[in-house]
Nanobody, 126 residues
Framework: EVQLVESGGGLVQAGGSLRLSCAASGFTFDDYLIGWFRQAPGKEREEVSCISGSDGNSYYTDSVKGRFTISSDSAKNTVYLQMNSLPPAVPAVYYC???????????????????WGHGTLVPVSS
Protein backbone atom coordinates (compact mmCIF):
# COMPACT_ATOMS: atom_id res chain seq x y z
CA GLU A 1 0.00 0.00 0.00
CA VAL A 2 1.38 3.37 -1.03
CA GLN A 3 1.62 5.80 1.87
CA LEU A 4 2.79 9.38 1.91
CA VAL A 5 3.09 11.16 5.24
CA GLU A 6 3.83 14.86 5.39
CA SER A 7 5.39 16.63 8.34
CA GLY A 8 7.04 19.92 9.16
CA GLY A 9 4.12 22.27 8.73
CA GLY A 10 3.40 25.03 11.18
CA LEU A 11 3.19 28.74 11.70
CA VAL A 12 6.00 30.71 10.12
CA GLN A 13 6.55 34.44 9.88
CA ALA A 14 6.53 36.17 6.54
CA GLY A 15 10.02 36.13 5.13
CA GLY A 16 10.92 33.07 7.15
CA SER A 17 11.76 29.51 6.20
CA LEU A 18 10.26 26.11 6.72
CA ARG A 19 11.16 22.60 5.63
CA LEU A 20 8.52 20.05 4.87
CA SER A 21 9.17 16.32 4.76
CA CYS A 22 7.31 13.56 2.95
CA ALA A 23 7.98 10.02 4.11
CA ALA A 24 7.06 7.54 1.38
CA SER A 25 6.43 3.82 1.67
CA GLY A 26 4.83 1.00 -0.27
CA PHE A 27 6.57 1.58 -3.58
CA THR A 28 10.00 1.59 -5.17
CA PHE A 29 11.23 5.11 -4.68
CA ASP A 30 13.36 5.16 -7.83
CA ASP A 31 10.34 4.35 -10.02
CA TYR A 32 8.25 7.30 -8.97
CA LEU A 33 7.79 11.01 -9.45
CA ILE A 34 7.07 12.72 -6.13
CA GLY A 35 5.79 16.22 -5.73
CA TRP A 36 4.50 18.93 -3.47
CA PHE A 37 1.20 20.65 -4.06
CA ARG A 38 -0.71 23.25 -2.09
CA GLN A 39 -4.26 24.39 -1.66
CA ALA A 40 -5.51 27.58 -0.03
CA PRO A 41 -9.12 27.96 1.14
CA GLY A 42 -11.45 28.55 -1.79
CA LYS A 43 -8.76 27.89 -4.37
CA GLU A 44 -7.83 24.97 -6.53
CA ARG A 45 -4.97 22.72 -5.61
CA GLU A 46 -1.83 23.73 -7.49
CA GLU A 47 1.56 22.25 -8.14
CA VAL A 48 4.59 23.60 -6.31
CA SER A 49 7.47 21.29 -7.21
CA CYS A 50 8.21 17.72 -8.27
CA ILE A 51 11.27 15.50 -8.26
CA SER A 52 12.19 12.30 -10.00
CA GLY A 53 13.00 9.49 -7.60
CA SER A 54 15.44 8.00 -10.11
CA ASP A 55 17.70 10.89 -11.09
CA GLY A 56 16.69 13.86 -8.93
CA ASN A 57 15.52 15.90 -11.90
CA SER A 58 13.20 18.60 -10.56
CA TYR A 59 10.48 20.98 -11.64
CA TYR A 60 9.24 24.16 -9.97
CA THR A 61 6.25 26.32 -10.63
CA ASP A 62 7.32 29.84 -11.58
CA SER A 63 6.12 31.51 -8.38
CA VAL A 64 8.51 29.52 -6.16
CA LYS A 65 11.62 29.38 -8.34
CA GLY A 66 14.64 30.67 -6.48
CA ARG A 67 12.92 30.41 -3.09
CA PHE A 68 11.93 26.75 -2.75
CA THR A 69 14.17 23.72 -3.10
CA ILE A 70 12.99 20.15 -3.47
CA SER A 71 15.31 17.28 -2.61
CA SER A 72 15.14 13.58 -1.91
CA ASP A 73 16.91 10.99 0.17
CA SER A 74 16.36 7.59 -1.42
CA ALA A 75 17.93 5.80 1.56
CA LYS A 76 15.18 7.24 3.74
CA ASN A 77 12.46 7.25 1.06
CA THR A 78 11.87 10.87 1.93
CA VAL A 79 11.32 14.00 -0.11
CA TYR A 80 11.89 17.45 1.33
CA LEU A 81 10.68 20.90 0.40
CA GLN A 82 12.78 23.74 1.73
CA MET A 83 10.76 26.94 1.58
CA ASN A 84 12.52 30.26 2.00
CA SER A 85 11.32 33.86 1.88
CA LEU A 86 7.74 32.88 2.45
CA PRO A 87 5.41 35.76 1.62
CA PRO A 88 2.44 36.75 3.78
CA ALA A 89 -0.42 34.55 2.71
CA VAL A 90 -3.56 32.82 3.85
CA PRO A 91 -2.93 29.38 5.28
CA ALA A 92 -2.40 26.66 2.72
CA VAL A 93 -2.33 22.93 3.08
CA TYR A 94 0.71 21.38 1.47
CA TYR A 95 0.28 17.90 0.08
CA CYS A 96 2.81 15.31 -0.98
CA UNK A 97 1.82 13.21 -3.98
CA UNK A 98 3.36 10.52 -6.16
CA UNK A 99 2.89 8.62 -9.38
CA UNK A 100 4.91 6.46 -11.74
CA UNK A 101 7.84 8.18 -13.42
CA UNK A 102 7.14 10.13 -16.57
CA UNK A 103 7.90 13.49 -18.15
CA UNK A 104 8.17 15.68 -15.09
CA UNK A 105 6.81 18.88 -16.60
CA UNK A 106 3.84 16.97 -17.97
CA UNK A 107 2.97 15.03 -14.82
CA UNK A 108 3.66 17.61 -12.17
CA UNK A 109 0.11 18.84 -11.76
CA UNK A 110 -2.67 17.66 -9.43
CA UNK A 111 -4.42 15.52 -12.03
CA UNK A 112 -1.19 13.74 -12.86
CA UNK A 113 -0.73 12.20 -9.43
CA UNK A 114 -2.37 8.99 -8.26
CA UNK A 115 -1.31 8.87 -4.62
CA TRP A 116 -1.72 11.59 -2.03
CA GLY A 117 -0.84 12.28 1.57
CA HIS A 118 -3.21 13.94 3.99
CA GLY A 119 -1.44 17.27 3.91
CA THR A 120 0.20 19.58 6.40
CA LEU A 121 -0.95 23.12 7.17
CA VAL A 122 1.39 26.03 6.60
CA PRO A 123 0.08 29.35 7.87
CA VAL A 124 2.25 32.40 7.22
CA SER A 125 1.88 35.32 9.58
CA SER A 126 2.46 38.88 8.41
Amino acid sequence: EVQLVESGGGLVQAGGSLRLSCAASGFTFDDYLIGWFRQAPGKEREEVSCISGSDGNSYYTDSVKGRFTISSDSAKNTVYLQMNSLPPAVPAVYYCAADFLGPIATLCFPGGMAYWGHGTLVPVSS
